[in-house]
Nanobody, 114 residues
Framework: QVQLVESGGGLVQPGGSLRLSCAAS????????MGWYRQAPGKQRELVAV???????NYADSVKGRFTVSRDNAKNTVNLQMNSLKPEDTAVYYCWGLGVRDYWGQGTQVTVSS
């Protein structure tokens, strides 16, 4: 069992940046892959970015070139650097990991608005 806790959400103006962090309660070495999903009001939860233990990454087309996912296996963290934010990035962002089952964080709100 592992708990995932997100932090770093908030309100930012269009074009701004935010960095989300996800801290795991134990080693993430065996949790592979890990990443981030998001859910906007009235929409389904969607994949944003994932990263394998070896550093391989995959991004949603809508965030390619703007978002960067990273993981630190020694610190048991997964991060999402979000640049050039747009209003359509507004959503609750969830940390996710695949171990013996899917693990989810509680979510952190990101609002992009002027």
């Amino acid at each position: 069992q592992v708990q995932l806790v997100e932090s770093g959400g908030g309100l930012v103006q269009p074009g701004g940046s935010l960095r989300l962090s996800c801290a795991a309660s134990r080693s993430i070495f065996s949790i592979n892959p890990m990443g981030w999903y998001r859910q906007a009001p009235g929409k389904q939860r969607e994949l944003v970015a994932v990263i394998t233990s070896g550093g391989g990454t995959n991004y949603a087309d809508s965030v390619k070139g703007r978002f960067t996912v990273s993981r630190d296996n020694a610190k048991n963290t997964v991060n999402l650097q979000m640049n050039s934010l747009k209003p359509e990035d507004t959503a609750v962002y969830y940390c996710w990991g695949l171990g013996v089952r899917d693990y989810w964080g509680q979510g952190t709100q990101v609002t992009v608005s002027s």
